[in-house]
Structures are given as C-alpha cells and as structure tokens.
Nanobody, 121 residues
Framework: VQLVESGGGSVQSGGSLRLSCVASRYAICMGWFRQAPGKEREGVAGMDTGRPSIGYADSVKGRFTISQDKAANTVYLQMNNLKPEDTAMYYC???????????????????WGQGTQVTVS
C-alpha cells in the first residue's frame, strides 16, 4: 500500500488545516500519527474503514475529526483550533491486517506515507 499525504502548512494558533491521505489500495485501518522533533511518533486519529470504529488521542478530542471517502481509499483529518503543541510532522498510516485500528498503536500500522509538516505559531 502506498500512501500520499497532502494538506500540511503553517497556521496561527486557533486556525484550521485539513490533511488528506490517498491509499493505492484498500486498507482495513487508516490513521494519522505525528512526530515532533525529539519525540516518539504518536497516534492522533485512526479508523476502521469498514466498521464504525474511530479513535482519537485525548489531546485532540473535540478539535480533530477523521473521515473517509471509502470509494477513493482516502482519509482526511480536519484539524480545528490548532495549538502550537500540534506542531509536528504528520504521517498517514495503514494496514491490511485486522487490527484494533482505534487503539492507535504505531506497531499495528504497517504502511506509512512520507509525512506532511504542520506548524502552528
């Protein structure tokens, strides 16, 4: 599975961005992770593309929303009320294995995009 992210950029605190991730083929789990300099990669939002199962990191609940266009193998991350601590490289992850997608465990996602930078000032 090849993943291509887009939509990152620089915004001021309180602003919004929408990230997109297109997968080359169907994946059971698709999600968003982020990694700030000197920190480990962490899960942000993930979903089972075939079931009503979505998970969010506590730090983004109420501000970020993950959604999908199933026919296009695409997931989106709408990010509102962005904060400086949201600054990171955002990666799209996916797997074709049956996993608990909403648990946002990095090791459960086997395919990764190249990342898109989000900077909030």
């Amino acid at each position: 599975v090849q993943l291509v992210e887009s939509g990152g950029g620089s915004v001021q605190s309180g602003g919004s961005l929408r990230l997109s991730c297109v997968a080359s083929r169907y994946a059971i789990c698709m999600g968003w992770f982020r990694q700030a300099p000197g920190k480990e990669r962490e899960g942000v939002a993930g979903m089972d593309t075939g079931r009503p199962s979505i998970g969010y990191a506590d730090s983004v609940k109420g501000r970020f929303t993950i959604s999908q266009d199933k026919a296009a193998n695409t997931v989106y991350l709408q990010m509102n009320n962005l904060k400086p601590e949201d600054t990171a490289m955002y990666y799209c992850g996916a797997t074709r294995r049956q996993r608990l997608c909403a648990n946002l465990r990095t090791q459960d996602y086997h395919y990764w995009g190249q990342g898109t930078q989000v900077t909030v000032s």
